[in-house]
């Protein structure tokens, strides 16, 4: 089975300080992406990354910023947290397919709280 | 999570009905789709995919039927039990390899014993 893990599943911070979610995957799957799921809005994609050192932005970069320096660890940052960052934040990954597109697995999830 | 709930249509059934949740979806060239399932508290939890070149597929107690004329896919659920209760959602892309899915906002499935 595939397992995505994230850091933490809940955590708490300032406004202003720097935050790091960590999202880790152990089945060699090369395509990497993190979500934010807020109630009314679903979910949307903040960034993606099809390979170590790649990342795309996705539908709501602003805030955010990723790092992959690992095929299975993919980080995402928020610089200077928010009280509107405040969400649940998703990790998935994906295989990569030759003209195929597949599965996203997520991860249990890390609900962030920004205060 | 306990929130993603929300403003989301419900479909209230009992212990052993069959269960069929819909999803419309928006990109007519969309070739690939999933249906997920999410508890409260946990992370999206695959279901079962469909690409275009089918209209019908079944796994486990699931069927998912895709009518691209119409734009629609549904999710069949035999023998609904309490355990199935969470949110449901679709998924659509492009079957291309570099895609991103687009998430349909999710129905709530609420089986009473």
């Known amino acids: 089975d595939v397992k995505v893990t994230q850091s933490s599943r809940y955590l708490v911070k300032r406004t202003g300080e720097k935050v790091f979610l960590e999202c880790v995957q152990d089945m060699d799957h090369e395509n990497m992406f993190w979500y934010r799921q807020d109630p009314g809005l679903g979910l949307r994609l903040i960034y993606f990354s099809y390979d170590v050192k790649m990342k795309e932005k996705g539908d709501i970069p602003e805030g955010y910023s990723v790092s992959r320096e690992k095929k299975e660890r993919f980080s995402l940052i928020l610089e200077s947290a928010s009280t509107n960052q405040t969400s649940m934040y998703l990790c998935?990954?994906?295989?990569?397919?030759?003209?195929?597109?597949?599965?996203?697995?997520f991860g249990p999830g890390t609900r962030l709280t920004v205060l | 999570g306990e929130s993603v709930g929300l403003h989301l249509p419900t479909l209230s059934v009992q212990e052993g009905d069959n269960s069929i949740i819909n999803c419309a979806y928006s990109?007519?060239?969309?070739?690939?789709f999933i249906w997920y399932k999410q508890e409260s508290g946990k992370g999206p939890q695959f279901i079962i995919d469909i690409r275009s070149n089918m209209d019908k597929r079944q796994g486990q107690r699931v069927t998912v039927l895709l009518n691209k004329t119409v734009k629609h896919l549904s999710l069949q659920i035999a023998a609904t039990q309490p355990g199935d209760s969470a949110v449901y959602f679709c998924?659509?892309?492009?079957?291309?390899?570099?895609?991103?899915?687009?998430f349909g906002k999710g129905t709530m499935l609420l089986v009473s014993p």
């Open positions: 990109n007519s060239a969309s070739d690939y």
């Open positions: 998924a659509e892309t492009l079957d291309s390899g570099y895609s991103t899915l687009t």
């Open positions: 998935a990954s994906s295989l990569s397919g030759a003209g195929y597109t597949d599965t996203q697995y």
